[in-house]
């Protein structure tokens, strides 16, 4: 059975004049166990959306979601939670780091919501992500790309079984972008973590293979024409 299963997964919004605009129609996606899969999609296209509803960030509209065995679209908003906490990491685009915490308790607060904190895993975290000497610094106290590190270490902290990445390399110079594609990918493989990566961007897609085009994928977007 694959890991990550999906069927008939729809999801609309209601715009501000009151119409109902469909944004997502998947028939069928599934990702193995440590496979890495990346989505080619254009801004606007519904990836993002997507990724919030694989992580129970949002519900769908019909469908069913089903990670590691369980359904998550049948689970309760705090199952949900916990589950997510549990089986998934996230990178954003935006890092998404508390600028108050330091990139050790950043890391920490990543697993307080799993299993609960366990310092010298998260300190050997970002010693594996080459952040020995910086986890006492504060997010504006390093690069956009020492953040990344710290975003990805954070997402590994609770042992899941997947990683969704969304556009992770997105506010990265292309050296940056080469070297945190390369951390991801490196360090989803060293834990047996699957990772699922979305972008726009081809020098970061040419880097995978298989590539999945998002705009084939999603029945909204094939009707709506290239974008």
Known sequence: MALLEIENLRKSYRTPDGTV???????????????????????????????????????????????????????????????????????????????????????????????????????????????????????????????????VARALASRPQLILADEPTGNLDDRRAAEALALIRESCSSQGVALLLVSHDPEILRRFDPVQDFHQLNLVAREEGPL
């Open 21 to 151: 605009s469909s944004i997502l129609d998947i028939p069928r996606f599934s990702l193995e166990a440590r496979q890495q899969i990346a989505l080619r999609g254009a801004s606007g296209c519904g990836k993002t959306t997507f990724l919030h509803l694989i992580a129970g960030l949002l519900r769908p509209d019909s469908g069913r979601i089903t990670l590691s065995g369980t359904e998550l679209t049948a689970l309760s908003e705090s199952r949900r939670d916990a589950f997510r906490a549990r089986t998934l990491g996230y990178v954003f685009q935006t890092f998404n780091l508390l600028q108050g915490h330091t990139a050790l308790e950043n890391v920490l607060l990543g697993m307080s919501f799993g299993a609960g904190e366990d310092r010298d895993f998260a300190r050997s975290l970002l010693e594996r992500v080459g952040l020995a000497d910086r986890m006492n610094h504060l997010p504006r106290q390093l690069s956009s790309g020492q953040q990344q590190r710290v975003a």
